[in-house]
């Protein structure tokens, strides 16, 4: 056995746990922690300029790569209650991050001390777990079973809060008898696929729906073998984006109230029999439950048991993997495909491939101030097949969702329950940190761009390089046109008239002077015609200074992007393309 501080015995298992990096800021609270990682080494630091944005680093790191633990650290007091937004990002998403908080030693935490806060209180309702562990025995365990509930079952993220005298205590604690905890996770039975089997089977029109539980199971190849052994067209929710590749002939569009594509709606209200797989049926996908069920039947596969009847019961449910499901369905699937009794879906697919072929809306403007319309489309231009794109919530990611392609598993980072702004560029520079060859594209509005901007210092000290597209029209966008339904355009704008930048003409924040002086490099766009060229500028630019790098498009100010109350009713404001000139980068072109 070997005497350690207990806070040792901790850095040790977060190495054997396969931890190798951590987001965070130093405070007196948890200087041990810090004082351990210095000593043991081997994980390495990005110092991050906000407690809120190592939280969000941390997510963008996990989200990057199957089997990442992303990591963030914070001193006592406002540290822990400033991870608390991207605790709710990563539980709403069921993605798993660790966060450490360090706290008043026991004596005094319940004397009101200098930061002082009961942390685990505060942060339950969103994460999986949250201790406050006050016998310094307890501490290796403590996160041991930190490990085991981010990956058990339905993944989430957990707080760990460490008074200082635990941490500073020694221990007995020998890591070469240390074992991760083996992980819990239901599995489908064969009975309950042959059921799901025969309910496909038996439909005339039927679909997958692909959600991010298929992303976190790392099961994208699965998921699409599954599809071309049945015939069976998928429809991938937002989260689960990349499952199936926009380009693959049985991948039929996205369906929502926002980010969907015409011929996705269309396809779902076509469908007769629908089997989602790790997706939670959320409300901006569906819309009215009424709606989206009307004449179909539903069966549902989920890892959490509470997820399944939880917005609409299922005519069939299955608490599952997403992994070890699909693996089943395939084993069924075969068997009944050599055994021919396999529906043919050839004509079922040639009538999703025709709406996918001609439902689009219009890219191809000239106007100045640019289109937003415009932008996705040069992005199209530019970016290959291998771009991750990193976005968060607004009018730029419910456009970026309609026009841009995706075609990887985790090659779409978006936070798509929670939504908080500000959380697009610690999110990138997670990724970056996770995958620094990834060839990583940001995109905000100004709003969000704004949100947590100091933290592209981090990317300039760190060499941590992406392209940051910022389309601005010096609005809240996304609130602005959601006041159209009050009568009221009131206290969104962003706009005034900048002394120190005249030539932005009213659009306020010089955000290229902004990032410049932060340490990266930033490009303004005011043309259709300079897009292009900038964005590939962008790309050798990166290349050069190892650093961010922003592209700011300056929009029309007053645009609204395609949406509606129901699947069946999204508003087209904007024209709908013609012919193949109307949206030249549309994944199936009109001619």
Known sequence: MSKMRAIEAAVLVMRREGVDTAFGIPGA?????????????????VLARHVEGASHMAEGYTRTKAGNIGVCIGTSGPAGTDMVTGLYSASADSIPILCITGQAPRARMHKEDFQAVDITSIVKPVTKWATTVLEPGQVPY???????????????????????????????????????????????????????????????????????????????????????????????????????????????????????????????????????????????????????????????????????????????????????????????????????????????????????????????FDNVPVKPQRVY????????????????????????????????????INCGQAGPLGWTIPAALGVVKAEPSRKVVALSGDYDFQFMIEELAVGAQFKLPYIHVVVNNSYLGLIRQAQRGFDMDYCVQLSFDNLNAPELNGYGVDHVAVAEGLGCKALRVFEPGQIQPALRKAQAMIEEFKVPVIVEIILERVTNISMGTEINAVNEFEDLALVGNDAPTAISLLD
């Open 377 to 412: 489309e040069e992005m199209n231009q530019v970016f290959g097949k291998d771009t991750c794109y990193v976005s968060t919530i607004g009018l730029s990611q419910i456009a970026g969702a309609q026009f841009l392609h995706v075609y990887k598993p985790r090659h779409w």
């Open 29 to 45: 609270a948890i200087n041990p922690l810090y004082s351990a990682l210095q000593k043991v080494g081997g994980i390495d630091h």
């Open 142 to 364: 403590a996160f041991q079973k930190a490990f085991y509930e981010m990956r058990s079952g339905r993944p989430g993220p957990v707080l760990i809060d460490l008074p200082f005298d635990v941490q500073m205590a020694e221990i007995e604690f020998d890591i070469d008898a240390y074992q991760p905890l083996p992980l819990a996770k239901p599995l489908a039975t064969r009975i309950q696929v042959e059921k799901a089997l025969a309910m496909l089977d038996q439909a005339e029109r039927p679909l997958l729906v692909s959600g991010g539980g298929v992303i976190n199971a790392d099961a994208s190849e699965l998921l699409v073998e599954f599809a071309e052994l049945t015939g069976i067209p998928v429809i991938p929710t937002l989260m689960g984006w990349g499952t199936i590749p926009d380009d693959h002939p049985l991948m039929v569009g996205m369906v929502g109230l926002q980010t969907s594509h015409r011929y996705g709606n269309a396809t779902m209200l076509k469908s007769d029999v629908v089997l989602g797989i790790g997706n939670r049926w959320a409300n901006r996908h569906t819309g009215s439950v009424e709606v989206y069920t009307e004449g179909r039947t539903f069966i549902h596969v989920d890892i959490e048991p509470t997820q399944i009847g939880r917005v609409f019961t299922p005519d069939l449910g299955i608490v599952s993997d997403a992994g070890a499901a699909l693996t089943m369905f395939i084993e069924v699937a075969r068997e009944w495909k050599a055994a021919g009794k396999l529906k043919d879906r050839s004509a079922w697919l040639h009538d999703c491939q025709q709406r996918k072929a001609t439902l689009h809306r219009k890219t191809h």
